[in-house]
């Protein structure tokens, strides 16, 4: 969910190139953590969940590059014709 609100927050901050920034530096931080550990420590395991986490942020990540360009616009939203009543 962290990873859903620093997409949309870097998305509204810096468009595409703030979410390619974004996911970057995750990758690169989960793929650190995974290979560079201190005295031999496993921080990411074997296992399912680690797999979906290193796999799932650039997933996270893509996804907010999916969302329309108008939910970020600061202009104001046209209103339509009121009904007769």
Do not use: H, I
Request: hydrophobic residues 55%; positive net charge.
């Amino acid at each position: 969910m962290v990873v859903l609100v620093g997409g949309v927050f870097a998305r509204s901050a810096a468009d595409g190139v703030g979410v390619f920034l974004f996911g970057l530096a995750g990758v690169l931080t989960s793929q650190t953590m995974t290979f560079v550990s201190p005295n031999g420590d496993v921080l990411v395991t074997d296992e399912v969940l680690s797999f979906v986490w290193l796999l799932g942020l650039p997933v996270a990540a893509a996804l907010t590059m999916l969302t329309p360009r108008r939910w970020y616009s600061d202009a104001p939203v046209p209103r339509r014709g009121r009904a007769a009543g």
